[in-house]
C-alpha cells in the first residue's frame, strides 16, 4: 500500500470536502474520511494549553496593588479575588527587562475595582482598561519592538 501511496499527486492545500487515505483499525482496511471531520477529531483529540503562569491575588482593601511576577518572559494568568468592590486598585505590568516578544497577560476579577491603575514598569501601556466590573477580564499582549503592551482582548 506504501508504494500506491507514494505514485499519488501531492497538493499543497486542503479544504473541507477534500478527502484522506488512512488506515481505519477498528474495520481493518484502508478507508476515506473528509477532511471536515480529521479536523473535528483533532479538535477533540489534541489538548490545547496557553502555558500561561497562574498567580492569584485576593487584595482586602481599596488602593491595592497587585505587582505581575516575573516569570521569565511567561505568559500570566491573573486571578484576581478582591474581597469585596473597592474603589480604587493597581495592577503593575512585569518589569521591561523580563519582557518577551508575544507574552501575555490575562486578567480576570470577581469584584468591581471602579478605577483601575495598570502601571507599565518601564514598558508603555496601551489601551488597559480603567474600570474593572466584577466577573469581566482583560488580555494584553507584549511589543517587544515597541516596548510596549497593547490590548488584545
Partial sequence: MTTQLNQ??????????????LWSQQNGDARVA?????????????????????????????GFTVTLTDSSGASLFLLLTPTGTFATGTITMPALANCIDKQEVLVTTTQTVTSLTVA???NTVNGAPTTLTANTFFRLRFDA????????G
Fill in 8 to 21: 499519488l499527486t501531492q497538493v499543497a492545500s486542503v479544504a473541507a470536502g477534500d478527502l484522506s487515505v
Fill in 34 to 62: 473528509p477532511m471536515s471531520v480529521l479536523a473535528a477529531y483533532f479538535n477533540t483529540a489534541v489538548v490545547n494549553t496557553d502555558n500561561k503562569v497562574t498567580q492569584y491575588a485576593s487584595p482586602n482593601a481599596t
Fill in 120 to 122: 507599565p514598569n518601564g
Fill in 145 to 152: 519592538v515597541n516596548h510596549a503592551w497593547y490590548r488584545v
